[in-house]
């Protein structure tokens, strides 16, 4: 697949996925269509035999989500992107593409819960095993591989540990058992950063985070760095038939045009936020790849171009006490989902992580008393105010 990857990342943003629009448009048009009329006989069967360019069926491919694919391949530097109807869908057709029966998984453990919860129950069914790990210590990767182990997934900075593992490191491992490395980039975008640079062999968001951005879609995306991969990955997404709508891919393509300024900002908001919690005398604890006090702070500053908008904290009172803050927050929402224009504030362990076993939570660091900001781009005065009157109340 071409690119035109010579444009710096904001020329990208605005210019990458846009073909030259016969009509003009300065926008990429919604081809808000389920089927492509053929030619004739002959070309509709070289577009079937993959002869020819032309579109088929929209489960199979559409110019819309074509553009949304080129645009984020473009900008995690991988080849080719297929596009599917959400973060989820982005999971399991991984899953499908890359493992069958008697092969074996090492995966982050404090992956976003679902990730986990599918393995666990669907996979297993099939035959598959699964390791779960905290990829940050490398010593665990080298031990968790077995002779079966196909596959390394890695999500960095976890949902919600805010926990760091070091890509390039555990691709070098990876590699030399000749595992296929996936990294879930959702918490970052590829704004700050960009695995397939780093090793990774596939990338995938959850795009109904950071890349829209506007809590208003929930779609996914995978990437992968080579032709060989991008081939296993489509026919999975085919077959299993979680296409993205055409729709869905144009609310995207015009979400993902401003990504660097709203991360610039809900990032510049989120130090201020961490910097003023860490200093609260209700705080016991604040978890910001942005803060120093953060464990891996000097692996996010080289690994990362930024420390993004995603907090996790705990308070001295606890579980009890963040029932308190979540309940009387005002300006911030309380819901699920991360990495829009808008301040959220949850807690993972009745609501994102609920379906981990108490003791698998545990393990992964997800305590009762965590609490996950994600930070919005509004008035940083008005997200501290806000904070400030709900942690008076405990
Ligand atoms: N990966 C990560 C890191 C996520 O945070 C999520 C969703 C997914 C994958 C799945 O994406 P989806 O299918 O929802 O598009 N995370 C959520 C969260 O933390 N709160 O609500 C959803």
């Given at each position: 697949?071409?690119?035109?990857?010579d444009?710096?990342?904001?020329?990208l943003?605005?210019h990458?996925?846009?073909?030259?629009?016969?009509?003009?448009?300065?926008?990429?048009?919604?081809?808000?269509?389920?089927?492509?009329?053929?030619?004739?006989v002959?070309?509709?069967a070289r577009?079937?035999?993959?002869?020819?360019?032309g579109?088929?069926?929209t489960?199979?491919?559409?110019?819309?989500?074509?553009?949304?694919?080129?645009?984020?391949a473009?900008?995690?530097?991988?080849?080719?992107?297929?596009?599917v109807s959400?973060?989820?869908?982005?999971v399991s057709?991984?899953?499908m593409?890359f493992?069958?029966?008697?092969d074996?998984?090492?995966?982050?453990?404090?992956v976003y819960?679902?990730?986990?919860g599918?393995?666990e129950?669907?996979?297993?069914?099939?035959?598959?095993?699964?390791?779960?790990?905290?990829?940050?210590?490398l010593?665990?990767?080298?031990?968790?591989?077995?002779?079966n182990?196909k596959?390394?997934?890695?999500?960095?900075?976890?949902?919600?540990?805010?926990?760091?593992?070091?890509?390039?490191a555990?691709?070098?491992?990876?590699?030399?058992?000749g595992?296929?490395?996936?990294?879930?980039?959702?918490?970052?975008?590829?704004?700050?950063?960009?695995?397939?640079e780093?090793g990774?062999?596939?990338?995938?968001?959850?795009?109904?985070?950071?890349?829209?951005?506007?809590?208003?879609?929930?779609?996914?995306?995978?990437i992968?760095?080579?032709?060989?991969?991008?081939?296993?990955?489509?026919?999975?997404?085919?077959g299993m038939g979680?296409n993205?709508?055409p729709?869905?891919?144009y609310?995207?393509?015009?979400?993902?045009?401003?990504?660097?300024?709203?991360i610039?900002r809900?990032q510049?908001?989120?130090m201020?936020?961490?910097?003023?919690?860490e200093n609260?005398?209700?705080?016991e604890?604040?978890?910001?790849p942005?803060?120093?006090s953060?464990?891996?702070?000097?692996?996010a500053?080289?690994?990362?171009?930024g420390?993004?908008?995603?907090i996790?904290?705990?308070?001295?009172?606890?579980?009890?006490?963040g029932?308190?803050?979540?309940?009387?927050?005002?300006?911030?929402?309380?819901a699920?989902?991360?990495?829009?224009?808008?301040?959220?504030i949850?807690?993972?362990?009745?609501?994102?992580?609920s379906?981990?076993s108490?003791?698998?939570?545990?393990?992964?660091?997800?305590?009762?008393?965590?609490?996950?900001?994600?930070?919005?781009?509004?008035?940083?005065?008005?997200?501290?105010?806000?904070?400030?009157?709900a942690?008076?109340?405990?």
């Amino acid at each position: 697949m071409e690119h035109n990857n010579d444009l710096g990342f904001n020329s990208l943003l605005i210019h990458g996925g846009m073909g030259v629009d016969p009509m003009g448009s300065a926008t990429v048009p919604i081809y808000q269509t389920s089927t492509f009329a053929f030619e004739n006989v002959d070309e509709g069967a070289r577009c079937f035999a993959g002869e020819s360019k032309g579109y088929m069926y929209t489960r199979i491919g559409n110019p819309t989500i074509s553009a949304l694919e080129r645009q984020i391949a473009i900008l995690e530097k991988g080849f080719g992107a297929v596009a599917v109807s959400s973060g989820m869908a982005a999971v399991s057709t991984i899953y499908m593409s890359f493992l069958k029966t008697g092969d074996h998984i090492v995966s982050t453990d404090a992956v976003y819960g679902p990730s986990r919860g599918i393995m666990e129950s669907y996979f297993k069914k099939f035959g598959v095993e699964s390791t779960y790990i905290n990829t940050g210590n490398l010593d665990a990767v080298r031990q968790a591989i077995k002779p079966n182990t196909k596959m390394l997934f890695i999500e960095t900075p976890t949902n919600p540990t805010m926990e760091i593992s070091d890509i390039k490191a555990c691709c070098e491992i990876a590699h030399q058992h000749g595992l296929v490395v996936v990294v879930d980039n959702t918490f970052s975008s590829p704004y700050l950063q960009r695995p397939i640079e780093l090793g990774a062999d596939v990338v995938f968001h959850s795009m109904t985070k950071f890349i829209n951005g506007h809590a208003d879609i929930v779609a996914g995306i995978i990437i992968t760095k080579n032709e060989e991969l991008y081939k296993i990955v489509r026919p999975t997404m085919v077959g299993m038939g979680c296409n993205m709508d055409p729709h869905q891919a144009y609310m995207v393509l015009r979400g993902v045009k401003t990504l660097s300024i709203r991360i610039d900002r809900a990032q510049s908001n989120s130090m201020k936020v961490a910097e003023y919690l860490e200093n609260h005398p209700k705080v016991e604890w604040v978890k910001y790849p942005g803060l120093k006090s953060h464990p891996q702070y000097e692996l996010a500053k080289k690994q990362m171009d930024g420390p993004g908008a995603m907090i996790s904290f705990g308070l001295k009172g606890g579980l009890d006490a963040g029932k308190v803050l979540m309940n009387n927050v005002k300006l911030a929402l309380l819901a699920v989902s991360l990495g829009g224009i808008e301040t959220l504030i949850q807690h993972p362990a009745s609501m994102t992580h609920s379906k981990m076993s108490k003791d698998a939570r545990e393990k992964a660091g997800i305590t009762d008393g965590l609490v996950r900001f994600s930070v919005g781009i509004e008035d940083i005065k008005d997200i501290i105010n806000d904070l400030n009157q709900a942690l008076a109340k405990i």
